[in-house]
């Protein structure tokens, strides 16, 4: 199929792109990588009236330090993320991960606030986000606004993302000294979308372990110093509670296998980077 008739724009500047959001809000559709839009057009999925291309707005290009946090910009791609050379001492989570995104080839396009805005449960960004508590910063004409990602990710495909809101950036916290990081996946081909991912955080004893292909979206949960039996009887509460669900890629009785066995993994894993 091919996508239905729509007027393209080029935007030059955050302005630009607002005014147009005010005007069409959820008739409209930001692309920056594409890769998730395109299809959609061409299922006719989406059948926007205005495609708004953010790639050549300069200040949505940037990777820095601001505080506490690592800010990445809405046109910032994958791979350029990942190649930055501060990435694996400033937000190693997020460097573990990265390499399972996707393929080389769609890295180069596909954008990191492309993947949060389209907050798939089996995406890896959403997921490693969530685990490090962090913040998207959206924008409109009313002005700007930041969400903390348990307020913004609502749920499959879902997000507190207004249709007049723009996200301008997406922010990653630095990693302290004495934290631990361990992410893991399981998919049918290395790049596919997980049928499970982990990501787990360690800091003083406390493990956070986040689940992502088994809910609508990320599950987060701390483990606290939970060992043996007790961990394990947490994690096979925790993996029921998730619900899960059958597809042409799992069962829901695997998926929640794999949220105990790796699960089990993780958290010893990480708590290891801390001895």
Not at 144 to 153: A, D, H, I, Y
Not at 169 to 187: C, I, L, M, N, Q
Not at 211 to 238: C, H, I, M, Q, Y
């Amino acid at each position: 199929m091919k996508p239905a008739q729509f007027d393209y724009l080029r935007a030059g500047s955050i302005e630009e792109v607002v005014s147009h959001l005010e005007t069409y809000g959820d008739r409209a559709r930001i692309m920056a990588g594409g890769q998730t839009l395109m299809p959609m057009l061409n299922f006719r999925l989406v059948e926007p009236e205005l495609i708004i291309d953010i790639t050549g707005i300069a200040p949505l290009a940037h990777i820095r330090m601001s505080g506490p946090w690592v800010e990445i910009g809405a046109a910032v791609t994958q791979s350029s993320l990942l190649d930055w050379s501060d990435l694996s001492r400033e937000v190693p989570l997020v460097a573990a991960a990265l390499p399972w995104v996707g393929h080389f080839q769609t890295r180069n396009r596909g954008t990191v606030c492309g993947s949060i805005a389209h907050a798939d449960p089996s995406s890896e960004l959403p997921l490693v986000l969530a685990v490090l508590g962090g913040a998207i910063d959206l924008a409109s004409k009313r002005g700007t606004r930041t969400l903390k990602v348990s307020e913004f990710q609502l749920g499959m495909l879902t997000t507190a993302r207004a249709p007049d809101e723009l996200i301008t950036s997406v922010r990653f916290p630095r990693a302290k000294k004495g934290e631990g990081y361990v992410f893991r996946e399981v998919a049918r081909r290395h790049g596919d979308f997980a049928i499970v991912s982990l990501a787990g955080m360690a800091v003083a004893g406390q493990v956070v372990l986040g689940v992502g292909g088994v809910a609508g979206s990320p599950t987060v949960r701390a483990f606290g110093t939970l060992k043996d039996a007790a961990l394990d009887d947490a994690l096979n509460a925790f993996a029921w509670e998730m619900g899960g669900h059958d597809d042409v890629h799992a069962t829901a009785r695997y998926r929640r296998d794999l949220v105990r066995m790796l699960g089990k993994q993780v958290i010893e894993e990480a708590r290891a980077c801390l001895s």
